[in-house]
């Protein structure tokens, strides 16, 4: 089975570097050229601790808890380990010890230096030293025979010496390698060593083979070398069994024999070729750790490990303990019985051998467990062969010199019946973390960092306290509170500070609320969890507070503490976060394997208007990864970052799913690089984060700096000018979908920017439509026309007509019929669906109570004997229905609404005053704040009008004065249902308003206006004019067409083909009528109690407006709009 390369991490600074383990194998010792000494967990290890030894360390040995360095003020040191506690000074040179050893038992270390002198110097008694002399220059390597009676030393002078240490004398010496005059300028640092525990041969490294020298002797036995090996072997290490060699070479090769039969078992590359100057192989495991010349550390797994072993590798002492704490209660048990390699009880087939009466009884009983587990992995033939080499070879000796048969009879049962699982391994559970913060084990680290501000913790000997700084002071002052109760979690907003920590045996687990932005003088609120409940997950949004605990609820509380809902996770949290009413949680969706981690994710609403827009979906990640950030855009949009670096934010767009939108790793200079994100902006498109160099995440001291990475999908072939501007047009589409998120939610955004980015849109697909036509991919300039815009269709047909492309232009075309035609059959049917929704709330307006009703009757028979005193008509207040008509003629036809005589109306309000009446300024004061609004609205109305229609709709949405008014008075409902009235019975009442334009009876009303007017609410344009004068020409043309949606499509294809010169005379027109409309309704805007004359006065006038006004060419918004002004 080959080894196993990790990615190799940053260790030290450029320069020569040493690794070595501790004698449990439980940690990686490094030291380098920056004079630190580091101790690593394991590769992975985000925060090694670290030992400053000198201004540079050059070689390090560790031994029962003493830890030796070689440093650059020419001294021999001690430290404790781990504690890294200075222990005194060993031994001191005239120049640098270049390198260190202990000897077996780890009483005596030998040290070599520059000074051509090596001594052996006893660790207990730093007194007791001997000094061996006798090379010529620098010494460059050392190694102890494992029964401490020779030392070899290698050195610049070209020769290898083996020394007696008892009489320092020089027992044999060898000229083996290229002489120079400094350890710097050595072609190889020669670190040779002897074969462990027997020490019968020592291993030196010379040239591209190594050379096997037989003890006492002092013969070549053999070498050792590879058709592989290019360049100078530079060291040499044994494995613990003394089996197996590893060599590496100075361009970076490290290459495994097996000694007994000269067999290279692994060959391995350095990532970028830097020369191998420090190899340390495990006590126990098949791991071997190297470090380079320039300061990075590897680790090679699963070193010359046979097939047969594979499943006693993978199920490692860290790997159980793993994934024991991935179950809990009583399937612990099963989980680490169904791991561990004796699954099979001992006890249990020893007594069913030794009971030879109760027979296969007992053996049944005893195998009965396996066997209900080996049904599921399907145990085949082959497991027997695979278990084994899982039995030492020891034990096997031993069994074989006692009774060879019957021990072989009780293996083979004992192997037959264990079950074995080849299968993929269970992932250990991420544990819960939050967002912005560096790991809770580190003395000084950052416990939040977001767009508001930093909350640094420190907690050591002299302090255990918490800073809270805000990037805007104008939010609230720097802080600096006690932590006094151990807080491990906090998250921070505009309103306030949420801390939380973990119960003890004396206190529960606490949630610590510090509102600053409280307007009354408590500040602060406390809650104690329940017992056997910690807090594992928190965050803050706008006007609430949450926490996830380790009883899988979810606990909502106001801002100022009061308690909300709760509910159940559907797993163990890892983490989450807020952003206004939005919450985002992370949770483990079961266990995953081989690396993967199995994580779910919801998003929910928690504001006024509850919402799970997210119903616990997957949350994917990379390959191997897990999650390290989990938050939202400063726009709303949820996001999260995996530890390979990939950021994936929400696509609103395209069903909620996650789309990658950058990867740090390409940012990065080294494998061991990382960013460490703190904040997403999608308006300018900035994803910042703070670079971490040989580590995930920065340490509090210095401030680190926060740097700007751009965004970019990854889309196919960016490289070339296609490629490009797909992922540009693409990306620009998706970090605007926040602009719909916002106005559909009522938000306040800027028109400006959602217009920006759709220029910039289509400016992107007319590119790349010209770059298909250049290309000749007409079909494909048909697919980009497909998304654009009506305007930037134009665009397109003109420039396939300037290429000579007819055909496409021609298609063109035929799209942007189609698409014209779309627009007016989708623009007809949400005016439908405005209308039915007003219908409904008009009829709801009408459901009030009498009372209400009869108030307004009073008031306006108060208006009209009022109206009668004034006038002097004592006579015509005996027929006050007239009156009562031709006051509700009055209002009405300043907002150009024609009678209303159908039976669903007048039947049911005869007799009753007229509801819509508006009284004049001098009469009626309070009425002018309603006139007022209705201005408001009918400029609204009139705005609206003249967006395009690909916009109307998300404007309908906020501005439009028929869903959503702006101020919800009863007064207002006046104007939009005299609207709906207008809709309603402008088509049936045709013949009555025709009618009723002769001025014989008092009680006439002003000429109705045609239908166009009263059916649309803009100017009458070109094109309306032109249908309404061919309408009945298309109609006889096509006798089946009967919806009006189909009358409008087929006069706009007929439009369309007209001469421009024709369709800008209709044009032309239709500007030229609305112009003289507005000059013929000036004098409408006299005040209607200007003159108190006679009622005959104020007839005469409406007779002669009557002959003025020309019935098809006065607009609706313009006559309302007279009318709320004159109310004025």
């Known amino acids: 089975m080959p080894a196993i390369q990790k990615p190799m991490r940053y260790g030290h600074t450029e320069g020569h570097t040493d690794v070595s383990f501790d004698d449990s194998g439980s940690c990686i010792v490094t030291c380098g050229s920056d004079g630190d000494v580091r101790i690593w967990e394991d590769l992975d290890d985000d925060d090694p601790k670290s030992i400053n030894v000198g201004e540079k360390a050059y070689s390090c040995a560790l031994k029962k808890g003493k830890l030796v360095t070689a440093v650059s003020n020419n001294t021999v040191q001690v430290h404790t380990f781990p504690e890294g506690v200075p222990d005194g000074i060993l031994t001191r040179f005239t120049t640098n010890a270049n390198h260190v050893v202990f000897n077996g038992d780890g009483a005596r270390i030998a040290a070599g230096s520059s000074d051509f002198i090596v001594k052996v110097v006893e660790v207990m008694d730093s007194s007791q030293q001997k000094t061996l002399r006798g090379h010529d220059a620098p010494v460059l390597s050392l190694s102890f025979d494992p029964k401490d009676i020779f030392l070899a030393s290698a050195s610049c002078d070209g020769c290898v010496k083996v020394w007696q240490i008892s009489d320092q004398?020089?027992?044999?010496?060898?000229?083996?390698?290229?002489?120079?005059?400094?350890?710097?300028?050595?072609?190889?640092?020669?670190?040779?060593?002897?074969?462990?525990k027997s020490g019968k041969l020592l291993a030196i490294p010379v040239e591209k083979s190594v050379k096997l020298y037989r003890r006492e002797t002092w013969n070549n036995q053999f070498d050792l070398s590879d058709k592989f090996i290019s360049q100078t072997l530079n060291i040499v290490t044994w494995s613990p069994c003394g089996q197996y060699l590893a060599a590496g070479s100075i361009n970076g090769l490290i290459i495994v024999w097996n000694v007994e039969t000269k067999e290279c078992l692994e060959r391995v590359k350095h990532e970028k070729g830097?020369?191998?100057c420090g190899l340390a192989w495990h006590p126990t495991c098949s791991q071997i750790a190297y470090t380079d010349a320039e300061g990075y550390l590897g680790l090679l797994e699963s070193v010359c490990e046979p097939s047969g072993k594979k499943l006693s590798s993978k199920v490692s002492n860290r790997v159980e303990e793993d994934y024991k704490d991935l179950f809990d209660g009583d399937d612990a048990s099963n989980a680490d019985g169904f791991l561990d390699d004796s699954a099979v009880e001992a006890p249990s087939f020893s007594k069913g051998l030794i009971n030879e009466d109760e027979g296969d009884?007992?053996?049944?009983?005893?195998?009965?467990?396996?066997?209900?587990?080996?049904?599921?992995?399907?145990?085949?033939?082959?497991?027997?062969?695979?278990?084994?080499?899982?039995?030492?070879?020891?034990?096997?000796?031993?069994?074989?010199?006692?009774?060879?048969?019957?021990?072989?009879?009780?293996?083979?049962?004992?192997?037959?019946?264990?079950?074995?699982?080849?299968?993929?391994?269970?992932?250990?559970?991420?544990?819960?973390?939050?967002?912005?913060?560096?790991?809770?084990?580190?003395?000084?680290?950052?416990?939040?960092?977001?767009?508001?501000?930093?909350?640094?913790?420190?907690?050591?000997?002299?302090?255990?306290?918490?800073?809270?700084?805000?990037?805007?002071?104008?939010?609230?002052?720097?802080?600096?509170?006690?932590?006094?109760?151990?807080?491990?979690?906090?998250?921070?907003?505009?309103?306030?500070?949420?801390?939380?920590?973990?119960?003890?045996?004396?206190?529960?687990?606490?949630?610590?609320?510090?509102?600053?932005?409280?307007w009354d003088s408590n500040k602060e609120w406390m809650v104690d969890m329940p017992a056997n409940e910690d807090i594992e997950a928190l965050c803050l949004g706008q006007g609430w507070a949450a926490a996830a605990t380790s009883a899988l609820l979810l606990r909502l509380f106001t801002i100022g503490g009061v308690q909300k809902e709760v509910f159940s996770l559907p797993g163990p949290v890892v983490a989450m976060a807020g952003h206004g009413e939005q919450l985002v949680i992370t949770y483990h969706r079961g266990t995953g394997f081989d690396g993967d981690q199995c994580l779910g994710v919801q998003?929910?609403?928690?504001?006024?208007?509850?919402?799970?827009?997210?119903?616990?979906?997957?949350?994917?990640?990379?390959?191997?990864?897990?999650?390290?950030?989990?938050?939202?855009?400063?726009?709303?949009?949820?996001?999260?970052?995996?530890?390979?670096?990939?950021?994936?934010?929400?696509?609103?767009?395209?069903?909620?799913?996650?789309?990658?939108?950058?990867?740090?790793?390409?940012?990065c200079k080294g494998k061991?690089?990382?960013?460490?994100?703190?904040?997403?902006?999608?308006?300018?498109?900035?994803?910042?984060?703070?670079?971490?160099?040989?580590?995930?995440?920065?340490?509090?001291?210095?401030?680190?700096?926060?740097?700007?990475?751009?965004?970019?999908?990854?889309?196919?072939?960016?490289?070339?000018e296609k490629g490009q501007m797909e992922e540009e047009f693409w990306r620009s589409v998706m970090f605007h979908n926040y602009l719909d998120y916002l106005a559909k939610n009522d938000y306040e955004y800027e028109e400006s920017i959602k217009d920006q980015a759709t220029r910039e849109q289509q400016e992107l697909l007319l590119k790349m439509l010209a770059l298909s036509c250049k290309l000749e991919r007409e079909f494909r300039c048909m697919e980009l026309a497909d998304l654009m815009t009506p305007n930037a269709l134009n665009l397109a047909i003109k420039y396939a007509s300037g290429s000579r492309k007819l055909i496409l232009a021609q298609r063109l075309s035929e799209l942007a019929m189609e698409k014209a035609a779309e627009l007016a059959v989708a623009h007809e049917e949400e005016e439908e669906r405005e209308e039915e929704?007003?219908?409904?709330?008009?009829?709801?307006?009408?459901?009030?109570?009498?009372?209400?009703?009869?108030?307004?009757?009073?008031?306006?028979?108060?208006?009209?004997?009022?109206?009668?005193?004034?006038?002097?008509?004592?006579?015509?207040?005996?027929?006050?229905?007239?009156?009562?008509?031709?006051?509700?003629?009055?209002?009405?036809?300043?907002?150009?609404?024609?009678?209303?005589?159908?039976?669903?109306?007048?039947?049911?309000?005869?007799?009753?005053?007229?509801?819509?009446?508006?009284?004049?300024?001098?009469?009626?004061?309070?009425?002018?704040?309603?006139?007022?609004?209705?201005?408001?609205?009918?400029?609204?109305?009139?705005?609206?009008?003249?967006?395009?229609?690909?916009?109307?709709?998300?404007?309908?949405?906020?501005?439009?004065?028929?869903?959503?008014?702006?101020?919800?008075?009863?007064?207002?409902?006046?104007?939009?249902?005299?609207?709906?009235?207008?809709?309603?019975?402008?088509?049936?009442?045709?013949?009555?308003?025709?009618?009723?334009?002769?001025?014989?009876?008092?009680?006439?009303?002003a000429p109705a206006v045609s239908p166009q007017n009263t059916e649309n609410k803009r100017p009458t344009t070109g094109f309306q004019m032109w249908l309404e004068a061919n309408r009945s020409s298309i109609l006889s043309d096509s006798p089946d067409i009967s919806d009006e949606a189909d009358i409008i499509k087929e006069g706009m294809l007929r439009f369309r083909v007209l001469p421009a010169e024709e369709r800008k005379a209709w044009t032309d027109r239709a500007k030229g009528g609305r112009a003289s409309d507005g000059a013929e309704a000036k004098p409408q805007k006299r005040p209607l109690d200007e003159n108190n004359g006679s009622e005959s006065q104020r007839e005469k006038e409406k007779v002669n407006l009557s002959k003025k006004r020309k019935p098809v060419d006065i607009s609706t918004n313009q006559k309302l709009s007279t009318f709320a002004f004159k109310q004025e």
């Open 169 to 196: 004398t020089c027992a044999v010496s060898w000229p083996l390698l290229q002489k120079c005059n400094d350890m710097i300028n050595a072609k190889s640092i020669c670190r040779l060593a002897w074969q462990p």
């Open 274 to 276: 830097y020369a191998i």
């Open 361 to 518: 009884e007992d053996f049944r009983l005893a195998s009965s467990r396996p066997r209900q587990r080996s049904h599921i992995l399907e145990d085949d033939e082959n497991s027997v062969d695979v278990a084994l080499p899982k039995v030492g070879p020891g034990l096997l000796r031993e069994e074989e010199e006692d009774d060879p048969v019957d021990n072989i009879h009780n293996l083979s049962l004992v192997t037959s019946q264990r079950p074995i699982y080849d299968g993929p391994m269970p992932t250990p559970r991420q544990k819960p973390f939050q967002p912005g913060s560096t790991p809770s084990h580190l003395t000084h680290r950052f416990m939040m960092w977001n767009s508001v501000g930093i909350i640094r913790c420190y907690n050591d000997e002299q302090d255990n306290a918490i800073d809270v700084e805000f990037h805007d002071t104008s939010i609230h002052h720097a802080t600096h509170l006690s932590n006094t109760l151990n807080y491990t979690a906090a998250d921070l907003s505009r309103e306030a500070i949420l801390l939380a920590c973990e119960s003890t045996d004396d206190l529960a687990s606490k949630l610590h609320c510090l509102h600053f932005s409280s």
């Open 603 to 667: 998003l929910l609403e928690v504001g006024k208007k509850k919402n799970q827009i997210l119903h616990a979906d997957p949350l994917p990640l990379s390959r191997k990864s897990h999650l390290t950030w989990v938050g939202f855009s400063a726009e709303g949009t949820p996001c999260y970052v995996d530890s390979e670096g990939i950021v994936r934010m929400l696509n609103r767009g395209l069903g909620n799913t996650w789309t990658p939108v950058c990867n740090t790793q390409e940012h």
């Open 837 to 1005: 929704d007003f219908r409904g709330k008009l009829n709801n307006s009408y459901s009030h109570s009498a009372s209400e009703w009869s108030q307004s009757r009073l008031g306006s028979q108060v208006e009209e004997e009022a109206e009668a005193e004034d006038s002097g008509e004592a006579d015509e207040v005996e027929e006050k229905p007239k009156l009562r008509q031709n006051s509700l003629s009055k209002s009405t036809n300043s907002s150009d609404v024609p009678t209303v005589k159908s039976g669903a109306v007048t039947s049911g309000h005869q007799g009753r005053a007229n509801p819509f009446k508006v009284m004049a300024k001098s009469k009626e004061p309070a009425l002018s704040t309603n006139t007022a609004h209705s201005t408001n609205i009918l400029d609204n109305m009139h705005k609206s009008s003249k967006k395009s229609p690909a916009l109307s709709r998300a404007a309908s949405n906020e501005k439009s004065p028929v869903i959503k008014p702006l101020i919800p008075k009863p007064k207002s409902k006046q104007v939009s249902a005299a609207s709906f009235f207008q809709k309603a019975t402008s088509q049936a009442g045709k013949t009555d308003e025709a009618k009723e334009e002769t001025p014989k009876k008092p009680s006439s009303e």
């Open 672 to 720: 061991s690089d990382h960013y460490w994100v703190v904040g997403v902006h999608e308006n300018p498109q900035q994803l910042r984060c703070i670079p971490c160099k040989g580590s995930r995440f920065p340490p509090t001291l210095p401030r680190p700096a926060v740097a700007v990475l751009p965004f970019k999908l990854p889309y196919c072939q960016t490289a070339t």
